[in-house]
């Protein structure tokens, strides 16, 4: 008699946060600065200094699918990681069982965490500021670290057997 195994009740609960992490894709990652940034021109010659104001204009999104680049790469793979580990986990022979697979998802949530952070230091431009859909999947992003790493370190994945 074949055993088929079900997924653990963290292994939905990753999938489902990656889910979020996924729709978090479209949601506003960048807002302008409060203030207009002031800029001062010192001349060579040592006289009066010009001041002026820096606009910016943008024809683009400010959510995470419009201006993500590699960490919006890395968002949509820890995403689809997620939820096909609770896909995968049905059947004879669980794939989250095996010892290199319960790596991948924390080395990948880790990296994920570590791009959002630096998104998050490192505004594509001056005038941006982090919004609350970038906070949010970084957020998103440390839960799924945590759970698929106390899973990966515990050495097994605790699925119910059924």
Known sequence: MTR???AAPWTWVVAGLGLVLLLLLF?????FAPAPRTVYEIPADGGSHDSYSISYFTTGDLDGWGTGGVVRIAVVLLS?????RA????GTEPV?????ARLVLPVTALITVGFLAARIAWTPDDLLVASWGLWASLAVAVAILLISGMQAV???QPAADG
């Not at 896909?87 to 049905?90: D, E, G």
């Open 4 to 6: 088929v195994s079900r």
């Open 27 to 31: 949601a506003d990652w960048f807002d």
């Open 80 to 84: 689809i990681l997620c939820m096909a």
């Open 87 to 90: 896909v995968l986990s049905r």
């Open 96 to 100: 989250a069982r095996r010892p290199v």
């Open 154 to 156: 515990a050495g097994r």
